[in-house]
């Protein structure tokens, strides 16, 4: 920008000026909102499917008694190495549950984010869950 033009008030009206910053404006609060919506979407999908796999693997073991208990256990070491924070036992018991409490994916909300899911999976009773899921 030259020295000419130090002040844009001399050229063009405050109220277009304070317009053109609103829609800037509202364009990266949509952006953010937008990405945020993703992100949460992803992650949901990762955790529900995180669960499937287990569940499924857990399904397909001859010996399940004998490896059902150190299964999650060995996988959240296992998952914290290659991936870092995120997959502890306590955690992954909860992406299995998730899984077998909504076992259609389409079923689960993308209005509620993991955390929401996780209180929800503390409940014990499934019809408690339930309730709360169609509170939310």
């Known amino acids: 920008m030259t020295d000419k033009v130090k002040d844009i008030s001399a050229i063009v009206p ?3 000026y304070d317009a053109l910053i ?3 404006d509202n364009l990266w609060t949509q952006a953010k ?3 945020v919506e993703a992100v949460n979407t992803e992650l949901l999908d990762a955790n529900w499917r995180t669960g499937q796999y ?3 693997f857990e399904q397909k073991g001859k010996i399940r008694a004998e490896y059902g208990k150190f299964l999650i256990t060995r996988l959240a070491k296992d998952l914290t190495v290659r991936r870092g924070r ?8 909860y992406m299995r549950k998730f899984y077998l409490c909504f076992p ?3 079923t689960v909300s993308h209005l509620l984010t993991w ?3 996780f209180e929800l999976l503390k409940c014990e009773d499934s019809m408690e869950m339930q309730f709360y899921f ?3």
């Not at 995120?86 to 018991?93: E, K, M, P, Q, Y």
């Open 33 to 35: 909102n937008r990405a």
């Open 104 to 106: 259609k994916g389409e």
């Open 54 to 56: 287990i569940v499924e």
């Open 134 to 136: 169609q509170e939310a």
């Open 86 to 93: 995120g997959f502890s036992r306590s955690n992954l018991i």
């Open 115 to 117: 955390s929401h899911y």
């Open 22 to 24: 609103g829609r800037i």
């Open 14 to 16: 405050q109220s277009e």
